[in-house]
């Protein structure tokens, strides 16, 4: 370590200090390598087999399909005019005993 790094540490624990300067740290935005290599397999990978395979998940596991739909739904559900739906809503579900 560099004196300048040392002075920002607890000698015992080697722990950053509150209140120390602190590197820049990762660009904002900027992924490693690994990252960006999977992400734009994973895109090449949906480009050519991405309707399919949700299609195939649709049909095979109903349950896993709706449950990745409402993973991507934003959290708060708003009306056009930006008021909160369901505010105050008391919902009872049943469920099919069969």
């Known amino acids: 370590m560099s004196e300048e790094t040392d002075k ?5 624990t080697g722990r ?6 602190g590197g820049p740290g ?5 992924r490693s390598k690994l990252s960006e290599d999977f ?14 395979a ?7 596991s109903p349950k896993d399909y ?3 739909i409402a993973s991507l739904q934003s959290k708060e559900i708003t ?3 930006g008021a909160e739906l ?13």
């Open 54 to 60: 949700i299609m195939a998940m649709r049909l095979e």
């Open 39 to 52: 992400f734009k397999a994973l895109f090449e990978d949906f480009q050519d087999n991405g309707v399919k």
């Open 86 to 98: 369901f505010s105050g809503l008391d919902v009872n579900i049943k469920r099919d005993p069969s």
């Open 26 to 30: 990762r660009p904002k935005g900027s």
């Open 79 to 81: 009306g056009e005019d």
């Open 8 to 12: 920002d540490r607890d000698p015992n």
């Open 16 to 21: 950053f200090l509150k209140g120390g300067k």
């Open 66 to 68: 709706a449950k990745m």
